[in-house]
């Protein structure tokens, strides 16, 4: 019924901007960013506790790694137990309930050099309303990813690379189901 200005707050480490995709959990409690600025940086992910009253972030936790990836992108489950990390040769898995979530990480799929007719690496991640998760690739091909099983650990996710066939070809978009 109104509109109310917040003061901004600064949490954790300042992270480059560059190409990203933030998301909220499913249940509301968690804001989280993945973000990659060039292949000598690194990629960063950004956790954060999220109050969805107050509209504050908080509790930051920061993770860095560095597998030559120019472009990712992220979902959680639909459970909020688990974030999904696709990051261009690579899918990791970090269970969001561990006390070391860095350390929980998992590689639950890596590119199969499958092309159509470009190579159909992981790009962007999108929680359905289906409760699948679906990723596109950083060029003009005609297949998505399916993760099926998202609230599941490790391989049991079952990652299914260019499982959806396109009608046509499909350019860095992906249907928005925001949370």
Do not use: W
Request: net charge negative; glycine share 6%.
């Amino acid at each position: 019924d109104s509109i109310s200005e917040f003061s901004t707050i600064t949490l954790g480490n300042l992270v480059p901007t560059g190409l990203s995709q933030a998301v909220f959990s499913p249940d509301g409690s968690k804001y989280i960013r993945f973000n990659t600025v060039n292949l000598n940086l690194g990629q960063f992910i950004n956790i954060y506790d999220f109050d969805r009253c107050s509209g504050v972030l908080h509790t930051p936790v920061e993770i860095t790694y560095n597998d030559s990836a120019a472009v990712g992108g992220i979902a959680i489950s639909p459970n909020s137990e688990y974030l999904y990390v696709s990051s261009n040769n690579y899918i990791y898995q970090y269970d969001l309930t561990s006390i070391d979530i860095e350390a929980s990480k998992v590689i639950i799929a890596e590119y199969d050099g499958f092309q159509s007719p470009f190579a159909t690496r992981f790009f962007l991640a999108q929680l359905a309303p289906d409760d699948q998760i679906y990723i596109n690739s950083s060029n003009s091909v005609n297949t998505l990813h399916v993760i099926r099983e998202p609230n599941r650990l490790g391989i049991e996710s079952m990652v299914d690379q260019h499982a959806i066939q396109l009608p046509t070809f499909n350019a860095f978009t992906l249907a928005n189901n925001p949370y």
